[in-house]
């Protein structure tokens, strides 16, 4: 079964820093997606960005990047210049190729962005 | 683009009582799934449903239940509700390996 494991329950960093979230996961599948889901006070799941795992290029959107290493099932999420909007429940996320669509949420973690 | 809509947005349910959610998801989107968050237990999957047809189910009781219309439209039914059945309820709508969330059901079993 595949699990995914945030080990940081909670970040603060001042607005302008640069935060890493942790990410790892155990899986015995060759081919799957990571994603990272940004969760607001709002309630609504907003994905933040995806990365195939055949890609060894690391997926970038805008202020957010991932690095991916496949071998050590690591995917962490690094946002550049945090914003204050940034303040959000992180979920890492992981799904099968099989795309049976059923994905498979980290604990979270809670970020703040301190002004 | 409408995004996927939930109704209602808030719910307060009795133990006993059963309660049905709604998901209309994105148009053009035929895979829709539902997920429970909870503080302790986190995001839980709970089932997934593909032109009707219930392709995975997560491990909840049968007291979960869910069906999928035509349209795409997925609703899923809770029974005999329990207080440990409050949650946010969310739901997905996939086109590809990209899932879109409703902003959820917040259920409060009292």
């Known amino acids: 079964a595949q699990t995914v494991t945030q080990s940081q329950p909670e970040m603060s960093v001042q607005e302008a820093e640069t935060v890493t979230l942790s990410c790892t996961y155990d899986?015995?599948?060759?081919?799957?997606?990571l994603f990272w889901y940004k969760q607001p006070p709002s309630r609504q799941m907003i994905l933040v960005i995806r990365?195939?795992?055949?890609?060894?290029q690391n997926a970038t959107e805008n202020r957010f990047s991932v690095n991916f290493q496949k071998a050590a099932k690591s995917f962490s999420l690094k946002i550049s210049d945090s914003q204050l909007g940034d303040t959000a429940m992180y979920f890492c996320a992981f799904m099968t190729e099989n795309r049976d669509d059923k994905i498979i949420f980290g604990k979270g973690t809670r970020l703040h962005i301190l002004p | 683009k409408a995004g996927v809509t939930q109704t209602p947005r808030y719910l307060i349910k009795t133990r006993g009582q059963q309660v049905t959610l709604s998901c209309s998801p994105i148009s053009g989107h035929r895979s829709v799934s539902w997920y429970q968050q909870t503080p302790g237990q986190g995001l839980q999957f709970l089932f997934e449903y593909f032109s009707e047809t219930q392709r995975n189910k997560g491990n909840f009781p049968g007291r979960f239940s869910g069906r999928q219309f035509s349209n795409s439209r997925s609703e899923m039914n809770v029974s005999t509700l329990e207080l440990g059945d409050s949650a946010l309820y969310l739901c997905?709508?996939?086109?590809?390996?990209?899932?879109?969330f409703g902003q959820g059901t917040r259920l409060t079993v009292v």
């Open positions: 997905a709508s996939s086109k590809g390996a990209e899932a879109f």
């Open positions: 990365q195939e795992a055949y890609k060894q």
């Open positions: 899986t015995s599948e060759s081919n799957y997606y």
